[in-house]
């Protein structure tokens, strides 16, 4: 079937903006994850999404960041007043919802702030 | 807080050698250990899955071990191919949570 997919796949904007990252994670999975992979930092978690619970934001950065999913399948990041800090990959992953499943991960996008 | 280090950052090999790449964690308390590939300007691929009661498990020439009370997992790719150059991560879950934390990765080439 078709896996975690993400777009756009490349955006570039200008410092202040504001930006929307989408991603659709694997029909059926219930558990959705937003990680930001940048130079120096590696890969680190953002936000979780798991079911109808609360989700869990302590990854975000700063209250610029924000995340919804809507429906309980795609979720939506937004980035507000964007900074060039701010430029990275943004990776989108889903998992069935077992505690420690395997988490599949979509392309990325790829966020440039100028 | 859990810490994943990955060593060596980088591995340069000939076609057709075996080698081990090597993870280690500060915190045993895990649900499980991820390995995944990364190829440039990709997103992550999942190569092998090991349960916090497991101790190995083999995917074709891979080969994911892991030893919780230490702290440790090796990764071993057999008979390494240039289609093999890519960089490894590996991950953990926490027994708190579901989220992964990553190591920073070994980028291996493999020359022909």
């Known amino acids: 079937g078709a896996g975690v997919s993400q777009s756009p796949s490349n955006k570039v904007t200008e410092k202040g903006k504001d930006v929307e990252l989408r991603c659709d994670p694997i029909?059926?999975?219930?558990?959705l994850y937003w990680y930001r992979q940048s130079l120096g930092q590696g890969l680190e978690f953002l936000i979780y999404?798991?079911?109808?619970?609360?989700?869990?934001k302590s990854g975000l950065p700063s209250d610029r960041f924000s995340a919804e999913r809507t429906g309980g399948s795609v979720s939506t990041l937004t980035i507000q007043r964007t900074q060039q800090e701010d430029s990275a990959v943004y990776l989108c992953?889903?998992?069935?919802?077992?505690?420690?499943?395997?988490?599949?991960f979509g392309p990325g996008t790829r966020l440039t702030v100028l | 807080k859990q810490e994943v280090t990955q060593i060596p950052a980088a591995l340069s090999v000939p076609e057709g050698e075996n080698l081990v790449l090597n993870c280690s964690f500060t915190?045993?308390?895990?649900?499980?250990l991820q390995w995944f590939r990364q190829d440039p300007g990709k997103g992550l691929t999942s190569l092998l899955l090991?349960?916090?009661?497991?101790r190995e498990q083999t995917s074709g020439r891979l080969n994911a071990s892991l030893d919780k009370s230490s702290g440790r997992s090796t990764l071993y790719i057999a008979a390494s191919q240039p289609g093999d150059s890519a960089t490894y991560l590996c991950?953990?879950?926490?027994?708190?949570?579901?989220?992964?934390?990553f190591g920073e990765g070994t980028q291996l080439t493999v020359n022909p």
């Open positions: 029909s059926g999975h219930t558990a």
């Open positions: 992953a889903s998992s069935s919802g077992d505690p420690g499943g395997t988490q599949y």
């Open positions: 915190d045993s308390a895990i649900y499980n």
């Open positions: 090991i349960q916090s009661s497991q």
């Open positions: 991950a953990v879950v926490h027994t708190s949570g579901s989220r992964l934390t």
């Open positions: 999404f798991q079911g109808n619970s609360a989700p869990d």
